[in-house]
């Protein structure tokens, strides 16, 4: 799950302007390399496609139909084993990371629904996994949204 968060988050704002991290073909190779990855331009493409189709999603501006075109050619083969049943994605080389990915948002969306949104702050393009017992949370960081609308609200009421 940590992959689909890095994803989701690998656009954010920073001073106000939006920071692409898949957006400059070396830091976005390095970016997907170090999650597994090639790096290749393909598979770079691909990573922005289904993170944006993702976004989507999770603000419900559109419907997981979009994601068909990105699953296309992608096969689950289950294996019997000794040690069981193992499951073997077969997809094309430059597709791994992406399906990877929204298998992981598929799983999240299975086993802790709801859990998944934006940051409420107006102001932020990240994402968050709510883990809280009440499923209360509202800022991707406490530290930085949380503590800048609870600001921001004070200062409305005091002025």
């Known amino acids: 799950m940590d992959i689909l968060l890095e994803l989701l ?13 898949l957006g400059d073909p070396a830091a976005g190779g390095r970016w997907a390399r170090e999650r597994g990855g090639d790096g290749t ?3 770079l493409m691909m990573l922005r496609e289904a993170r944006d ?10 419907s997981p139909a979009a994601l068909t075109p990105l699953l ?24 791994r990371l992406a399906v990877e990915t929204i298998l992981a948002w598929a ?11 934006p940051c ?20 991707c960081s406490m530290a930085t949204c949380g503590n800048r609308e609870k600001a921001r609200r004070h200062y409305e009421r005091t002025r």
């Not at 992608?74 to 994605?89: M, S």
């Not at 799983?107 to 949104?117: C, D, F, K, S, V």
């Open 9 to 21: 988050n690998s656009r954010p704002l920073v001073d106000g302007e939006e920071c692409d991290a």
């Open 41 to 43: 331009r393909a598979e």
């Open 53 to 62: 189709i993702l976004r989507d999603i999770v603000s419900g501006q559109c």
């Open 72 to 95: 296309k050619g992608v096969r689950h083969v289950p294996e019997a084993t000794p040690d069981g049943l193992r499951w073997t994605l077969h997809t094309p080389r430059h597709a």
């Open 107 to 117: 799983a999240t969306e299975e086993q802790l629904p709801g859990r998944l949104r």
């Open 120 to 139: 409420a702050n107006d102001r932020c393009q990240l994402f968050l996994l709510d883990r809280s017992r009440a499923n209360r949370a509202r800022w």
